[in-house]
């Protein structure tokens, strides 16, 4: 039954879909900032709805360029031929530790992010996942990404287990931000998603994504702001 919902969870339609991201932060101080994320995807352009998280987090800025997170969420996997289509392929409950360096080279922003995460899914009960991603920004009118400031984004992020098959997803994304002020950011771009089954059965699909970002308060924080997901 696991492997049968595990190729549920792994199918995909053909054509590109959309990925529609929106996350909040809050900066309370230089030490202690919350954030909050919700994700919508479809199979194809704004149809064949199949996937649905929301999560939310607490995370600690260390002096240096080192923060960490403490987060949880919901993560809801549906049908992939229909809006919402039940039964699910799989309902999920996570909790991820998460920490993140960052360094500049140049102009060029720098994130390192490694993340644990505990998962507690439907379709093949308690597994680990450890996630690596590197993330590399580019403001293009300013030195800085501050208001009124465009800039490139490009990650490679990395899925693996401890359990067979190891390797388990890729995601690349290149995408072009707009900050609009000190609020708010957009971010849009093409993901390609690579993901690896427990049957192995590999499947690949692109996305458009579209980021909207919202920050307040983060110069309590003292650092320079590198606009991206969440996810």
Not at 189 to 206: A, I
Request: charged letters at 20%; proline letters at 3%.
């Amino acid at each position: 039954m696991a492997i049968c919902m595990c190729l549920h969870a792994n199918a995909q339609t053909p054509g590109l879909g959309t990925w529609n991201v929106v996350s909040t932060k809050l900066t309370f101080n230089k030490k202690w900032f919350v954030l909050a994320e919700a994700q919508l995807r479809s199979q194809q352009v704004m149809d064949n709805f199949n996937y649905y998280e929301y999560k939310a987090g607490v995370g600690y800025n260390f002096p240096t360029s080192i923060s960490v997170l403490f987060a949880a969420g919901h993560y809801a996997t549906f049908q992939p031929d229909g809006n919402f289509k039940k039964p699910f392929a799989n309902d999920e409950y996570r909790i991820w530790q998460q920490l993140t360096l960052t360094n500049n080279i140049g102009r060029v922003k720098i994130e390192h992010r490694y993340r644990l995460e505990q998962r507690f899914t439907s379709y093949a009960g308690y597994r680990n996942r450890f996630r690596y991603r590197i993330n590399a920004l580019i403001p293009l009118n300013n030195r800085e990404i501050k208001s009124k400031t465009w800039y490139t984004s490009a990650f490679n992020e990395f899925f693996v287990t401890n359990e067979s098959p190891y390797f388990e997803q890729n995601r690349i994304f290149l995408g072009l931000g707009y900050q609009f002020n000190d609020k708010f950011t957009i971010l849009a771009g093409f993901v390609n998603r690579f993901d690896h089954s427990l049957t192995f059965v590999p499947s690949w699909k692109y996305y458009f994504q579209t980021n909207l970002i919202f920050s307040f308060d983060e110069f309590k924080s003292g650092r320079e702001r590198h606009p991206s997901s969440l996810d």
